[in-house]
């Protein structure tokens, strides 16, 4: 699907399994046609990650679920004298005109320092390859992706211009490790906690013991553990899998460092344009609708949310507010009418396009949906072409 809006171009493109060969295949593809902007990318759970581009080249990459984690981890690794100034950071960067704040705040934060001689421009380079990296070798841990290109001219500045084939084989030769290791399950992302101190202690020396409480402390993930340690994230990761698998140690989910800027200050030096996920909702009793129509929303690369209790649906859609809700005719206990009615007291969908579905296609009920305030009307069996077709007419119809 291609969209253009105030005169920016959008394309999106579906990947399942974004492996080593489907990287190489799309970004030969970006360097081909000389692509000069951002590349987004999402997974089903709606993590982002961001990729800036150069006629082809990639000149920066952030997002994905610890991005400040992660600049922090290469800037104590290639840039370790600016620690030491770290509560400078939000000074050096309200000093930035704000034509010149062209990616984010990290990629400006790096720009501001070579200028002032603060930093070599190798020392961001080697910042900015290994941020690549990192972000290619997440990606590939995805079951799939959805990858929208953005045509801008956002960029100006550009410390580095790195060549894809090169990061996306230092980030396959990672994940090679990674799988020859068989841990391919588990993320570097995750942090290690102690769930069985008495039980690790019989099992390990006095030192080994000591050591690992100070390390497993729930608030450093493999990958900061990794720096901390100075070995490779493998080698740790493998390390401590002897416990995990005993459950003495477990990986836990754990949430990104707050960013050394301010919330308005990181704003106004992101000019990012990332693009709103379509959500859609299907309000169903039966099952097998609710899937038919998952398959057909998250195959054109839209969010979807499915409720199969006609009670809760009005909970659920408030609280997640989709773009355009399919609405089942009958269910028990309730109908798509009194739902429908409902929502449209409601100000936030007062212009949320309500599409009814039904297998009784009547002219009376097409009527009566019509006065309680629907915006169409679709038959069941659903048809996948039919469903696409209501969502660009009413969603698109405005790019």
């Known amino acids: 699907m291609t969209t253009a809006k105030e005169g920016i171009s959008h394309t999106r493109t579906r990947i399942q399994q974004f492996?080593?060969?489907?990287?190489?295949?799309?970004?030969?593809?970006l360097k081909h046609a000389k692509f000069s902007g951002q590349l987004a990318i999402y997974n089903a759970?709606?993590?982002?990650?961001?990729?800036?581009?150069y006629l082809g080249r990639i000149v920066y990459a952030t997002g994905g679920v610890h991005p400040v984690r992660r600049w922090r981890r290469n800037l104590v690794a290639y840039c370790p004298q600016r620690l030491a100034h770290f509560n400078e950071i939000q000074t050096d960067l309200a000093t930035v005109p704000e034509e010149e704040c062209r990616i984010s705040w990290e990629y400006t934060l790096l720009s501001l320092w070579i200028d002032q001689k603060k930093?070599?421009?190798e020392q961001a380079t080697r910042m900015i390859q290994a941020t690549i990296v990192e972000v290619l070798f997440d990606l590939t841990q995805v079951i799939e992706v959805f990858c929208t290109?953005?045509?801008?001219?956002?960029?100006?500045?550009?410390?580095?211009?790195?060549?894809a084939e090169q990061v996306i084989a230092e980030a396959n030769?990672?994940?090679?490790?990674?799988?020859?290791?068989?841990?391919?399950?588990?993320?570097?992302?995750?942090?290690?906690?102690?769930r069985q101190p008495e039980a690790l202690q019989k099992r390990t020396s006095s030192q080994v013991y000591q050591n690992l409480s100070q390390l497993l402390d729930g608030e450093q993930t493999l990958r900061d553990l990794s720096l901390r340690m100075r070995r490779d994230v493998?080698?740790?990761?493998?390390?401590?899998?002897?416990?995990?698998?005993?459950?003495?140690?477990?990986?836990?989910?754990?949430?990104?460092?707050?960013?050394?800027v301010s919330p308005p200050m990181a704003q106004k030096l992101s000019k990012s344009i990332i693009p709103h996920r379509t959500l859609i909702a299907c309000i169903d009793d039966s099952p097998q609708i609710c899937q038919s129509m998952e398959q057909i929303m998250t195959g054109a690369g839209y969010q979807f949310i499915s409720e199969m209790d006609g009670l809760r649906a009005i909970a659920i859609l408030l609280n997640r507010k989709p773009d355009l809700i399919f609405l089942d005719l009958i269910m028990p206990n309730t109908n798509g009418y009194e739902i429908c009615t409902q929502l449209r007291k409601?100000?936030?969908?007062?212009?949320?396009?309500?599409?009814?579905?039904t297998g009784n296609d009547g002219l009376i009920d097409r009527v009566r949906a019509k006065m309680v305030g629907s915006t169409d009307f679709i038959s069941k069996p659903v048809d996948e072409k039919l469903v696409l077709d209501i969502i660009d007419k009413y969603l698109n119809k405005s790019n």
């Open 173 to 194: 030769k990672l994940w090679q490790a990674w799988q020859e290791a068989k841990i391919a399950d588990r993320s570097p992302d995750m942090a290690p906690v102690i």
């Open 119 to 121: 930093i070599t421009r």
């Open 346 to 357: 409601l100000s936030y969908f007062k212009n949320t396009p309500i599409v009814i579905v």
């Open 45 to 53: 759970q709606d993590t982002s990650w961001i990729l800036y581009l």
């Open 19 to 29: 492996s080593y060969t489907k990287q190489l295949e799309f970004f030969e593809s």
């Open 234 to 260: 493998v080698t740790v990761t493998r390390s401590l899998i002897p416990y995990i698998q005993l459950g003495l140690v477990q990986l836990i989910r754990i949430e990104d460092i707050p960013p050394p």
């Open 149 to 163: 290109t953005i045509k801008d001219n956002l960029i100006s500045t550009r410390l580095a211009l790195i060549e």
